[in-house]
């Protein structure tokens, strides 16, 4: 079977590009992106899994997610089998990539349960084209979901988003982590947080 990858861009080592880079070298698929830095798979150690870059994005938001979700909409992935869908601003390729599949980390957060709380966190000056972005995007998005033929969740509490804010179910897969490499011990007085640091993982940017 003839697999691609789209994933929302890959400028930056996290657990998303770890899972996509996994998945390709599994499944012997090409990762079609937005926009590459050539260092992440090669530090990740998947310097033969081929990744193909498709828009050079601005470096301001909100305009670098637009400039992605314009061109994820434009995106026509031929001669492949099924397509797999990986992040946000993705699902704008569905509708021209059947059949799909979306592997869906989470519903994006700032559009539903976090919304309130990041229009908090911003300057009272950028709020307006925050909410007014937001409320847009959000209903851009949701127009996507009849076009995605099927969801699978990272988590069963993301598995709980989908069905909360999108009315659909989904089949849970845990992301390819070799749990048993690890193991609780006990409480400490401190904790340590390796996700990116973004409003949607809940930590304070302070």
Not at 24 to 44: C, F, H, K, M, Y
Not at 124 to 139: D, G, K, Y
Not at 146 to 159: E, G, L, M
Not at 168 to 190: A, G
Request: charged share 25%; aromatic share 10%.
């Amino acid at each position: 079977m003839r697999v691609a990858i789209v994933h929302d861009w890959m400028t930056t080592l996290g657990g998303g590009e770890k899972v996509v880079l996994t998945l390709a070298q599994a499944l012997g698929a090409e990762i079609v992106t937005s926009e590459l830095d050539p260092e992440v798979p090669r530090n990740a150690g998947f310097e033969g899994v081929r990744v193909r870059p498709i828009a050079r994005l601005p470096r301001t938001q909100p305009w670098r997610i637009l400039a992605a979700t314009r061109a994820f909409a434009r995106l026509e992935v031929p001669g492949v089998d099924v397509t797999v869908l990986s992040g946000n601003w993705v699902v704008h390729a569905a509708r021209r990539n059947r059949p799909n599949l979306y592997y869906c980390h989470t519903p994006t957060r700032v559009f539903y349960d976090l919304r309130e709380s990041w229009l908090r966190s911003l300057p009272i000056a950028q709020r307006p084209l925050a909410r007014a972005w937001s409320r847009v995007h959000r209903w851009w998005n949701e127009r996507t979901l009849p076009s995605i033929d099927r969801i699978v969740a990272n988590s069963r509490n993301v598995q709980g988003r989908i069905r909360r804010y999108w009315e659909r179910e989904s089949t849970v897969v845990n992301p390819p982590v070799p749990v048993d490499r690890y193991r609780f011990e006990s409480v400490v007085d401190f904790w340590l947080d390796v996700s990116r640091l973004s409003h949607e993982q809940g930590l304070d940017h302070a």
